[in-house]
C-alpha cells in the first residue's frame, strides 16, 4: 500500500518509534530497541486492522495497516541483521542462559550457612 496516503498521525508516530529505537539501540542494544519498536508497531497494526474492520475499507485504515506493516518489515530485517544469533522475541525479553558446552544449564548450588570456624567438607 502506499505509505503517502497513511493518516499524519500514524506516520508521526512510526516515526517517533524509529527515533526511540535508535536512541534505545545506542543504550539497550538492538535486538532490545527493535523487540520494543516491534511491540509497539504491532499494537498500532492491532488497533488499525479493527478500525478497517469497523469503518471499511474506503477509510485512510488500509493505508495505515499498509504503513506499519511495512514498518514492521524493516524492524524485523534490522532485528535479523544485528547478529548471528540475533532473535526477535516479542513478548519475551527475558533470556535463558546456556552452558557454553551445550549441555544444560544448571544453577549454582545453595551451599547454605556455614558456622564459624568450621569446614564445610568434613
Known amino acids: 500500500m502506499d505509505t ?7 506516520t508521526d508516530a512510526i516515526a ?6 535508535q536512541e534505545s539501540a545506542k543504550v539497550a542494544g538492538l535486538a532490545t530497541a527493535c523487540n520494543e ?9 492491532h488497533h488499525e486492522q479493527e478500525a478497517v474492520q469497523r469503518h471499511g475499507p474506503g477509510t485512510r ?8 506493516t511495512a514498518a514492521i518489515d524493516r524492524v524485523k530485517k534490522l ?3 544485528g547478529g548471528k544469533g540475533a532473535r526477535v522475541h516479542v513478548r519475551s525479553q527475558v533470556q535463558k542462559r546456556v552452558a557454553p558446552s551445550g549441555s544444560t544449564y544448571q544453577p549454582p548450588r545453595n551451599k547454605g550457612r ?4 568450621r569446614r564445610g567438607d568434613r
Open 4 to 10: 503517502a496516503t497513511a493518516a499524519d498521525d500514524i
Open 16 to 21: 517517533q518509534i524509529e527515533m526511540h529505537r
Open 37 to 45: 519498536a516491534l511491540r509497539r508497531l504491532n499494537e498500532m497494526l
Open 61 to 68: 485504515h488500509p493505508a495505515n495497516v499498509g504503513a506499519l
Open 79 to 81: 532485528a535479523g541483521a
Open 114 to 117: 556455614r558456622t564459624m570456624g
